[in-house]
C-alpha cells in the first residue's frame, strides 16, 4: 500500500554494487538468516516421532511439549500433553510403545483456555499446569499432583481420665506413668505438685519428593488435671459425697508419692492416611497451652503412610522446632523457575516454594501485585512479575516478598512468549507490541518496524503466544494467532536487527528447545485435522509439510540521498545457492511507493543442474558430492524514470538469496543518461 516505509530511511543503491540480503529487505516470508548473511528458506517441519505403521500416537489436540534432562543428566524426557493425557515419548523401540500416559486423572480440554500449558524445571524435576487441573510434579519416574491441596484430618488422642477423687485425679482410662507434665507448688512449699495442663496433636503429610501438606487442625486438647505429691495417709469418709473430709494420718512411706509418679504419657490414634504418594506423616505437639506457647511443635517423624497409632511420652522439653506454616497448594496457571524455587500466581499473589521442594508453600511468603498476573519469568539472577501495563522485580524483604514497580505501560500479555535470548536482552510480547529489557533494567519498545503487523492479529487469543530462543539460527521466535483464527499460525523471527514471518500452514500451540546437542526446536501443532509435535527447521522424505510461500519484499530503493533524482533500473540481479530443488521464482517490480499495481513482472525457472546424485543411491569410490553453488539471475525489470523502486520475489519451494546486484543509472528530464561525475 502507498506509504507504507514512511518510518523507514530508504536505501541508496548503486550500480555494479553487491548488497546483503538483510540490508534491503522491507518483509520477508519463510527465510531465515544464516550465519552468511543469506537467507535461507525454512525446511520442514518434520514430526518429532515418525509414523512407523500405526499412526502417529497422539490421542487428541496437542497443547504443550517440553524437553529436558533429569537424574543428573542421565534421563531424557519428553513430555507432551495431548488430548486428556500427559505422555512421555518412550525412546526410539519402534517395536513397542512410543508414548506412555503420566497423567493419573484426564485433564482439561479447553482449546480456548486463557494461557497455555506450563512446564518448568525445579530441583531437578518438571512441574505442569495449566490454571484449570491441579499441578503436576514429575522426577522422570513417577508423577504425581504438586503438593497437597487437601488439609489433614485432626488424630485421635487419649490420655487419663478424670476419677473424680479431689486428690488422685488422673487415675481413669489411659494412665501410665510418663514425662509429660507441668511440675509445679500449686498446693503447699513442702510437697511438689503437678499442675493441670493442656496439649494439643497436629498432623502433616510429606510426599516423596520432600514437599509438605498443611497442618491439620488440632486433635485434642489432652487433660491432665492437677495433683500433688503426699507422704501421709488421708482417711476418706463418705465416699467422695459433698461431707467428705480429709485429714492426715499415718506416714506412708514407701508407698507415698513422688513426682515422677504424677507425670504421664498419652497416645496419638487415628493418625490420617495421606493420599497416593505420600510416605511420610510428621507429628506435632503443643507445650503446656495452659502455660507456655501453643504453637505446634516437631514431635516425631513416622516414615510411613500405614501405622495409625503412636505412644507419645516426651516431656515439653524434648519438643523440636516449631512448624512451619505451609499452605495449600493452590492450581495456577503461570509458573516459573527462579532459585531453586518455584514461584506461581495465586489470583493477584505471586508466591515462592521453600527451596528445593516445589510443592511446599509457606504461609508469609508471597507478594500481592495491583492486577491479574499475566507472566513470571526470571533473568540476569533476579525475578520478575508482569500483568499486561507493569513489570515487578520481585525481592526478598522481612521474611516474605516485596514487588518493586519496574516500568509502567509494559508487560507480558502471553505467559510464554517471553524469553532471555543470546543477545542479553529478554524478549517479551505486549499489548501493543514486542519489548526488550536488559541485564541494567532498562525496558525498550522493539516492533516499531513491524507496528501495523499488531492490527492484523486476535486480540483476544494474544494470551495464547509462545515463544523461544533458537540457539542455531540466534533468533527469537514467537508464535501468534492472525485475525480470524484460534490457533498461532504466524511466526515472527527477531534476530537483533529485524524482524522475518513465517507461515508454515500449522497452528502451534507451544515451542520449546531440547536441552542437549541437538538444540532442536519442539513445537506443539496441529496441522487441519493432523495433531502433531513437530521439530522446526527440519524435513524428512516420509513426511510432506504444507505447501508454504516463499516471499522477499524488499524496501523502497533510490540512487541519491533525498530520492529527488530520477534514475533508470534496467536489471535487478539476485544471487541465489543451489537448494537441490527445482523451483520458479516469480518476480514484480512497483515504483513511487506503490505496491497496488505492478509495472512489471516475470518468472525465473531455478532448475539446478543434475550433478548431485541421491545420497541413497550413491557408489563409494564414483558418488559425487559438491558445496551448493552460488549462481546470478537476472531480471530484465526496465524502469523508466523512477524517484524510487521496490521488487518482490515469491516461490512455492525453498530459495536461497545470498545477494543482489542492479544495473541502473541516474537520467535526466528527458530521459538521458547522467554520470555521477
Known amino acids: 500500500m502507498a506509504g507504507e516505509n514512511i518510518n523507514f530511511p530508504l536505501p541508496l543503491i548503486e550500480s555494479g554494487q553487491k548488497y546483503a540480503p538483510g540490508s534491503l529487505a522491507f518483509e520477508v516470508l519463510n527465510l531465515q538468516l544464516t550465519a552468511d548473511g543469506t537467507l535461507r528458506g525454512v525446511r520442514g ?214 513426682l515422677d509418679d504424677l507425670t504421664r504419657q498419652f497416645l496419638v490414634s487415628g493418625l490420617p492416611v495421606g493420599p497416593d504418594g505420600t510416605v511420610a506423616r510428621i507429628v506435632y505437639r503443643s507445650q503446656d497451652s495452659l ?86 519469568f526470571s533473568f540476569a539472577g533476579r525475578l520478575y512479575a508482569t500483568t499486561e501495563e507493569d513489570i515487578f522485580s520481585i525481592e526478598e524483604a522481612n521474611g516474605g516478598l516485596r514487588a518493586r514497580p ?40 522493539l516492533s516499531e518496524e513491524i507496528r501495523p503487523l499488531f492490527k492484523r492479529l486476535n486480540p483476544g487469543m494474544l494470551s495464547r503466544a509462545a515463544a523461544v530462543w ?20 504466524l511466526l515472527v523471527a527477531w534476530d537483533g536487527a529485524g524482524w522475518r514471518r513465517q507461515r508454515h500452514g500449522i497452528a502451534y500451540a507451544g515451542l520449546c528447545v531440547t536441552k542437549d546437542w541437538r538444540r532442536y526446536v519442539l513445537a506443539a501443532g496441529r496441522k487441519a485435522s493432523e495433531n502433531q509435535v513437530f521439530v522446526l527447521d527440519h524435513e524428512v522424505a516420509s513426511y510432506v509439510p504444507p505447501t508454504k510461500t516463499y516471499a522477499y519484499r524488499s524496501q523502497w530503493l533510490r540512487m541519491d540521498a533525498l530520492g529527488r533524482e530520477r534514475f533508470n533500473v534496467d536489471s535487478v540481479y539476485v544471487g541465489i545457492v543451489e537448494s537441490g530443488k527445482g523451483t520458479d521464482i516469480t518476480w514484480q517490480t512497483w515504483k513511487h511507493n506503490s505496491r497496488d499495481v505492478a509495472i512489471a513482472t516475470g518468472t525465473v525457472e531455478m532448475t539446478n543442474a543434475a550433478t548431485v546424485e541421491v545420497l541413497d543411491t550413491l557408489v563409494l569410490g564414483t558418488g559425487r558430492t559438491r558445496t551448493p553453488r552460488l549462481t546470478w539471475k537476472r531480471f530484465d525489470v526496465r524502469i523508466k524514470s523512477v524517484e524510487n523502486f521496490a521488487f518482490d520475489l515469491t516461490s512455492t519451494a525453498p530459495m536461497h538469496i545470498a545477494a543482489f546486484s542492479f544495473d541502473a543509472y541516474l537520467v535526466d528530464a528527458s530521459g538521458a543518461r547522467v554520470s555521477r561525475q
Open 45 to 258: 517441519p518434520a514430526p518429532l516421532i515418525p509414523d512407523y505403521g500405526s499412526g502417529y500416537p497422539w490421542p487428541g489436540r496437542v497443547f504443550g511439549v517440553y524437553h529436558t534432562r533429569l537424574d543428573r543428566g542421565m534421563r531424557e524426557v519428553t513430555l507432551v500433553r495431548s488430548g486428556a493425557q500427559l505422555l512421555e515419548q518412550a525412546g526410539w523401540d519402534v517395536s513397542g510403545a512410543t508414548v506412555r500416559s503420566l497423567a493419573p486423572t484426564a485433564l482439561s480440554q479447553d482449546p480456548n483456555a486463557r494461557f497455555p500449558d506450563q512446564f518448568c524445571e525445579v530441583a531437578g524435576k518438571i512441574v505442569w499446569c495449566n490454571g484449570v487441573d491441579a499441578p503436576l510434579i514429575y522426577d522422570g519416574y513417577r508423577v504425581l499432583p504438586l503438593g497437597y491441596e487437601m488439609r489433614p484430618g485432626a488424630p485421635s488422642v487419649t490420655g487419663p481420665g478424670d476419677t473424680g477423687h479431689p486428690v488422685f485425679r488422673n487415675q481413669l482410662g489411659y494412665s501410665h506413668p510418663g514425662k509429660i507434665g507441668s511440675v509445679g507448688n500449686f498446693f503447699s512449699v513442702q510437697s511438689g505438685a503437678m499442675l493441670a495442663g493442656n496439649w494439643y496433636y497436629y498432623v502433616q503429610f510429606e510426599d516423596q519428593f520432600g514437599n509438605r501438606s498443611t497442618l491439620s487442625g488440632p486433635g485434642g486438647p489432652v487433660v491432665l488435671r492437677q495433683e500433688y505429691t503426699k507422704d501421709l495417709y488421708w482417711i476418706d469418709y463418705d465416699n467422695y459425697d459433698s461431707s467428705t473430709v480429709l485429714y492426715p494420718g499415718t506416714p506412708l512411706g514407701l508407698l507415698s508419692v513422688n
Open 291 to 376: 502455660r507456655n506457647d501453643p504453637a505446634p511443635r516437631f514431635l516425631v517423624r513416622i516414615d510411613d503412610n500405614i501405622t495409625s497409632i503412636f505412644p507419645d511420652n516426651t516431656p515439653d522439653s524434648g519438643l523440636g522446632a516449631v512448624a512451619k506454616d505451609y499452605i495449600q497448594v493452590p492450581h495456577f496457571g503461570l509458573a516459573c523457575e527462579y532459585g531453586g524455587c518455584l514461584v506461581v500466581a495465586d489470583g493477584r499473589n505471586i508466591r515462592k516454594s521453600e527451596p528445593g521442594f516445589p510443592g511446599s508453600f509457606t504461609r508469609t511468603m508471597f507478594v500481592p501485585i495491583n492486577d491479574e498476573p499475566t507472566g513470571l
Open 406 to 445: 519496574l516500568s509502567a505501560g509494559t508487560g507480558l500479555v502471553a505467559p510464554s512468549s517471553g524469553a532471555a535470548t543470546g543477545l542479553g536482552v529478554f524478549v517479551g510480547l505486549g499489548r501493543d507490541g514486542f519489548w526488550s529489557m536488559d541485564t541494567e533494567e532498562a525496558v525498550r519498545p
Open 470 to 489: 533458537n540457539p542455531t539460527t540466534r533468533e527469537y521466535l514467537c508464535a501468534l494467532p492472525e485475525a480470524g483464527t484460534y490457533g498461532n499460525s
